[in-house]
Each structure stands twice: as C-alpha cells, then as structure tokens.
C-alpha cells in the first residue's frame, strides 16, 4: 500500500527540533507523495524550501483566511512568483473560516478568497481549499468562477454539500477524523463520495487519526485513514490507494 498525502504542514514549528529525522523516515516508507500546503507568506515560503530539497514533496502557496488581513497586491505578486517554481502545483491553502471569532472580518476573508481564487484562474493551478462553518459563501465564491478545480481540505460539511462541490469538480480531502468514534456525518459523506473524487490527507501536525488522536501527525498514519474508508466503502485498500493516488496526481498534474 503506497501513500500520497494531499495536505500536509510540515514546515509547522512543531516538526522543527526532529523535521530532518522525519523526512528521513517518510522517505523510506510507503510515502510516494506529499503537497505540503502553506498557510501563512512565510508557510508558503517554506513550502516551496521543502519542495526543492525533497524528491516527494510539492508545494501549494496562499494564504490561509486567519491570515486574510494580510493579503494586498504585493503579497498577491509574491505568491504569484512563487509558481514559477515548477513543483508548485496549486494555490492554498485559500478559503474562509468562520468559527473563531478573532479571526479577520467575513468580508476581508472573502476578499482576500476571490484574489487568491483570481490568481488561480489565470494561472490555471488548481486550489486548495480551507472551509470552517463557511459553506454558502465558500459554494457562493465557488461558483463564481466554474474553471477553478480543487481540493475542499478536510471536509466537515453534509453529503449534500458534497455532491455540490463534486458537482463544480471538486475532490473531497477526508482526514484522520473518518476514523473517530462519533465521526457519523463524515462517514456518511465517505459513502456518498465516488472514487475517483476521494483525496486522503493528514493535514499534519493536526487531525491524526485513531489510535494516535491527540498527538503530532505524520503521513504514514494515512494507512489507517485508507483502513476506514475501505471497509466504508467494502473495497480493498489497495484499490483505495491507488485510486487516492490517481486522483492527486490528476489534480496536481504530475505523472
């Protein structure tokens, strides 16, 4: 069973004391792949470092909507020129998240969304997409603009949100939270979704799934993420693998 990680952050600060031995041991697993995706300007920064030096890594860069206020024409042109680095393959991580309330204000997070979702459309690079308790006004600026295609990160909205964004193209990012205990709507989302629009990610640090809920995450935990899905779905995990890893490659556009 090979792995490739979707969403991932290892350029946080808690891989700082240990980031080298880590990615020492993820290249001699089953990781084939991971789009390490940059939240902050200097997130993005590093994740085109972390690119460069890693034969398994990709990059997206944007700006996370914790970090809206920040985003001006000059950031705009800076991560614009951050994509002529041929391994970055995608804007984000972009989107709005409305749930904590010292986060910028709605309209400068949907500003700083539509500029971000601009430089994707005319850069033609698919997005990846940060969605929390925000999903009319994520669909909303979906919509306005049919030729972006991408990931919604970390799903947490209902099947019928789903089948909208599958409708506009887009794949369902589905982390460690599949395999909680009281994970009941993601599941049945992991029903609903078509196999060919499923993406496997850690989104790590964050999110690692049962039996390591709680602590630092890492992509060899995917296995257990791909474990719940096949028995969601009564596929074999081998089938589920290479499909995730298909439908990466597909929207990244790698070989």
């Known amino acids: 069973m090979l792995i490739f990680d979707s969403h991932a952050h290892y350029d946080d600060e808690s891989f700082d004391e240990d980031r080298e031995k880590v990615l020492e041991e993820l290249k001699q697993s089953n990781v084939v792949g991971i789009l390490n995706c940059g939240s902050s300007l200097q997130g993005a920064r590093d994740s085109v470092k972390l690119a460069r030096e890693n034969s398994i890594f990709y990059a997206a860069v944007g700006i996370h909507p914790e970090y809206a206020d920040k ?45 971000q979702m601009e430089l994707a459309k005319k850069l033609n690079l698919p997005v990846v997409i940060h969605n929390r308790d925000a999903h009319a ?6 919509k306005m603009f049919p030729e972006v295609k991408g990931v919604i990160h970390c799903f947490s909205g209902s099947v019928e949100f789903a089948r909208e964004c599958i409708k506009l193209g887009y794949y369902i990012g589905f982390t460690g939270v599949v395999t909680f205990k009281n994970a009941k709507k993601i599941v049945e989302v992991a029903k609903e979704v078509p196999l060919d629009r499923i993406l496997v990610e850690t989104d790590c640090p964050y999110m690692a799934p049962t039996p390591f809920r709680g602590k630092r995450n890492r992509s060899e935990y ?4 791909l474990e719940e899905i096949a028995n969601i779905k009564e596929i074999s995990i081998d089938t589920l693998s290479n499909q995730t890893i298909s439908n990466v490659k597909e929207l990244i556009k790698i070989k």
Do not use: C
């Open 71 to 115: 985003v001006n024409d000059e950031l705009i042109e800076e991560i614009r020129k951050m994509t002529e680095y041929e391994k970055v393959r995608a804007i984000g991580e972009i989107g709005l998240d409305y749930y904590y309330d010292e986060n910028p204000p709605r309209e400068i997070q949907k500003y700083a969304f539509i500029k």
């Open 222 to 225: 995917i296995s257990y993420i």
């Open 137 to 142: 006004d994520t669909l909303e600026i979906l």
